[in-house]
């Protein structure tokens, strides 16, 4: 499986972008998706997940902003960021883990997001 992700960019405090991460090859057997970032000087966290059942996870720093979904029958995923505020300022970077435990990961996107 290799993970394309795609949609960062600059943006103004308060303003949206929407990232994707287009997946080639199987995903049958993928258990979980993720969006995880990383900001300059700080380790990679996770931002959302989400499960084949549709189950979403937050971290606390996002809820009620972003948006994880998929769309199974384009192998993509989709993180919706809304209210976006400096601190989301990052490198994005899509995950998909196997039934092994396995991680793919995608390439990153940046999304710089300006006071």
């Known amino acids: 499986v290799q993970l394309q992700a795609s949609g960062g960019g600059l943006v103004q405090a308060g303003g949206s972008l929407t990232l994707s991460c287009r997946a080639s090859?199987?995903?049958?057997?993928?258990?979980?998706r993720a969006w995880y970032r990383q900001a300059p000087g700080k380790q990679r966290e996770l931002v959302a997940s989400i499960r084949p059942g549709g189950n979403t996870l937050y971290a606390d720093s996002v809820k009620g902003r972003f948006t994880i979904s998929r769309d199974n029958t384009k192998r993509t995923m989709y993180l919706q960021m809304d209210s976006l505020k400096p601190e989301d300022t990052a490198v994005y970077y899509c995950n998909h883990r196997r039934n092994t435990g396995f991680d793919y990961w995608g390439q990153g996107t940046e999304v710089t997001v300006s006071s």
């Open positions: 090859g199987s995903i049958v057997a993928i258990v979980a």
